[in-house]
């Protein structure tokens, strides 16, 4: 369950999932190799409201959509950034707003910090040298891709051996699914996280363990596939299929707002913690089958 935090008003995640459709279904959802959809998910893990529903082609892109949401955000909320919603501009977007975020940095993306009259230039190799796994550092005084984006709050953490070990595994088994046409670059132990949380009131301890919250949606959206099978379904014509993927999203939406009640019931009553994954996967079985 999502603790609440005075400093936050709402905690927003947003994710997304997509699934090829077959080539009868023409002209409605388009994807990169041939018809695709992709549905977008926002949801506020306070509450556990669901913000943002949207369906849309495949190959749109993950940080377009995040950009169009920047109107919303309001003063007091939490942003949970994925790398594939990372933009500066939406950084900044969130600080104008009087909102706070947290995102992943890309690898890809300049760190600089100020040493005299000259700069260093922070490379992972850097981080693996000097921390070791678990640990946890801040690095002050930085700039990011050559420009100071309003006295960022830079986090640094080494995963864990076992953290290590899971990301290694979860992109091995991805990696045999989708074959060769799987091309991304392997987990790596550095994880950099940029902030505007003060430290006065949120440790660099704590940045990481906030972070994880996103793993609430993540569980969300993996059981719209593996205990829903929402990227199954019978050939039908693209009007049907339409019908079909909304009904199914409603009941899926229905079920996420039932899963949050019975979390928070049993987290009050008896304190005790329900896995997302456990409290859908109860919720089909006695209620959708």
């Known amino acids: 369950m999502c603790q609440r935090h005075s400093l936050f008003r709402r905690i927003r995640i947003l994710d997304s999932t997509s699934f090829q459709l077959p080539p009868e279904i023409q002209g409605i959802y388009e994807g990169c190799a041939g018809p695709g959809v992709k549905i977008q998910l926002e949801y506020e893990c306070l509450e556990g409201k669901v913000l943002h529903v949207d369906v849309g082609d495949a190959r ?20 949970l950034k994925d790398l594939g919603y990372f933009s500066l501009e939406g950084l900044q977007a969130i600080h104008d707003a009087g909102a706070f975020y947290i995102s992943r940095l890309k690898h890809n993306v300049g760190i600089y910090q100020k040493e005299g009259d ?16 678990g640990e946890t550092i801040e ?15 830079l986090i640094v953490y080494r995963l864990t051996e076992k953290q290590e070990q899971q990301k290694e595994g979860q992109w091995k088994q991805k990696a045999k699914q989708k ?77 996420s707002t039932v899963m949050f009640a019975m979390r928070e019931w049993l987290y009050r009553k008896q304190k005790k913690e329900l896995s997302e994954y456990k409290a859908m996967s109860m919720i089909k079985e006695w209620g959708m089958d």
């Open 60 to 79: 749109h892109h993950d940080a377009a959509y995040g950009a169009s949401l920047r109107s919303t955000i309001q003063e007091g909320d939490l942003c």
């Open 139 to 153: 690095l002050e005084d930085v700039y990011v891709s050559g420009k100071k984006v309003h006295q960022p709050r």
């Open 179 to 255: 074959g060769a046409a799987y091309v991304t670059r392997r987990p790596h132990p550095i994880y950099v996280y940029i902030t505007n949380i003060p430290a006065i009131d949120t440790s660099l301890h704590d940045i990481h363990t906030l972070y994880s919250l996103r793993w609430q949606i993540e569980v969300i959206v993996k059981t719209w596939k593996s205990l829903f099978h929402i990227h199954r379904f019978k050939r039908m014509k693209g009007t049907r299929f339409q019908c079909h993927l909304y009904g199914t999203l409603i009941a899926l939406l229905i079920s």
């Open 118 to 133: 000259q700069f260093r230039k922070w490379e992972p190799e850097d981080f693996l040298a000097m921390l070791q796994p």
